[in-house]
């Protein structure tokens, strides 16, 4: 097996692809280009939308408000104003929210006296959310007794009644403590003895690999196998659909010169796919509002040797999905026969590679053996900055997925040596 002829063969493929548009729109244009976009008009379309509910004042029924006491003065007059940023200042309308006092977003209405009249107008999206008030209310706040019971209705499948029924639990909870504050005068302390306060040990940076690192490695698995698809199903099937294999078998070059040829441009395809969609994702995460929340809230470090480390684990993978996909390439009679047999193996490999998002799922012995979900979990824990907690781990992943990517180039190179599969019609 003479290298030259493997890279002649490496480099002949390498330009059949690049004039090929399908791949180049698989392998560049979507990972770099339409993805981020495709994350940049979502993500911001998310914020508008939740912004837009925020910004809405919630439309609110009181019913039973003839029993309800203080408390319709309370929803009414009370605890309504609104923070307004000083000067020119911008502010985000969650924060406005946040600082704005409990009633400030609330449309009190007591004129809505029957309870199926307030609930069939929630469902036509008259009121976002109903207090049902119960007879006798304010009687039991005036005697000091215990027991009454306020229901909210309101719509869960429903974005503006869920924000209308938060804000009412917030103004509900001001309001108990008033009341308890009037019945227990300077008592009122001995309610509450102690303060608890949280305090996060995880830095900005800490907190940014564990989000990333769930997402990352399903997105690195995915474009690695996607990557190669139409190189594989062009480099085989293609060739016998276009007549041209026979010509490439007549050459001087050995079957397995060829094979180990087009392997690697398959294996070189799924690398460089996943490397642009990394890059596509941090211009779509950097750019935009999303950029500016997410710059805020998390640091973003990878140190050199995560990521060598990242990208010395999806050699591996990559040399397993090429030699999963060319095998099932030279099979195929067409081009639409290769597509037909690796669409439903995408489902293999979309499955596994979601282990990254599972909560709960933690490396082990066992799971590093699973082909797709070890490579899926040592990513996360590198990404996640935890390099070192996974190295004994690493090596059992590393050396499984190479096995399987021994044995995946081995069955590529036996079926292109067999004369009923290459001239397979």
């Known amino acids: 097996m003479s290298p030259r002829v493997i890279w002649i063969v490496f480099r002949k493929e390498i330009l059949d692809i690049i004039r090929d548009r399908r791949t180049l729109i698989f392998m560049i244009v979507m990972p770099l280009l339409a993805i981020p976009i495709l994350i940049h008009l979502m993500s911001n379309f998310m914020i508008g939308s939740a912004r837009s509910i925020s910004e809405q004042n919630s439309r609110v029924a009181l019913v039973g408000a003839a029993d309800a006491g203080d408390l319709v003065d309370f929803l009414q007059n009370q ?17 406005v929210e946040r600082m704005s006092e409990t009633n400030a977003f609330l449309e009190v209405r007591t004129d809505i006296e029957d309870v199926a009249t307030a609930q069939e107008m929630i469902k036509n999206k ?17 005697a000091n007794e215990v027991g009454s019971s306020l ?10 009644s869920e924000n209308a029924q938060s804000r009412l639990r917030r103004s509900l909870a001001v309001f108990r403590e008033e009341v308890v504050k009037q019945r227990l005068g300077e008592s009122f302390a001995l309610t509450e003895p102690f303060e608890t306060a949280d305090a996060d040990l995880a ?17 690195i698995i995915l474009m690695t196998f996607t990557g190669g698809i139409f190189p594989a199903t062009s480099l085989a099937a293609g060739e016998k659909e276009q007549k041209t294999l026979e010509t490439l078998l007549a050459s001087p070059a ?41 710059r805020e809230s998390f640091e973003l470090h990878m140190d ?4 060598a480390l990242a990208g010395l684990l999806v050699i591996p993978l990559a040399i397993f999905f090429a030699g999963v996909l060319l095998t099932l390439s030279v099979f195929a009679r067409s081009f639409r026969e290769a ?31 699973v082909p797709i979900v070890n490579v899926s979990l040592v ?45 397979k019609v």
């Open 151 to 160: 229901r909210i209705d309101y719509l869960s499948t429903n974005e503006r």
């Open 126 to 142: 008259e009121l976002d959310a109903a207090l049902v008030v119960p007879p006798g209310f304010a009687g039991v706040l005036a």
């Open 339 to 369: 597509q037909s047999y690796i669409s439903p193996l995408s489902f293999l490999i979309i499955i596994p590679a979601f282990t990254s998002f599972l909560p709960g799922v933690e490396l082990n012995t066992t799971l590093s053996l």
């Open 304 to 307: 050199a040797a995560s990521i």
């Open 79 to 95: 605890q309504r104003t609104r923070f307004e940023p000083p000067g020119d200042s911008e502010f985000d309308i969650f924060v």
């Open 203 to 219: 830095t900005s940076r800490e907190r940014a690999g564990e989000v990333f690192g769930r997402f990352l490695p399903y997105i």
């Open 379 to 423: 990513l996360k824990e590198i990404l996640a900055g935890r390099a070192m907690d996974v190295m004994p781990y690493f090596g059992l992943t590393f050396a499984s997925t190479l096995v399987i990517a021994g044995l995946a180039i081995w069955l590529c190179a036996a079926m292109f040596k067999r004369e009923g599969a290459i001239f």
């Open 254 to 294: 050995s079957r397995v010169e060829l094979v180990t040829g087009k392997f690697l441009v398959i294996m070189a395809t799924g690398i460089i796919s996943a490397f642009l969609a990394l890059t596509g994702m941090y211009y779509a995460f950097s750019i935009g509002e999303i950029g500016q929340r997410m």
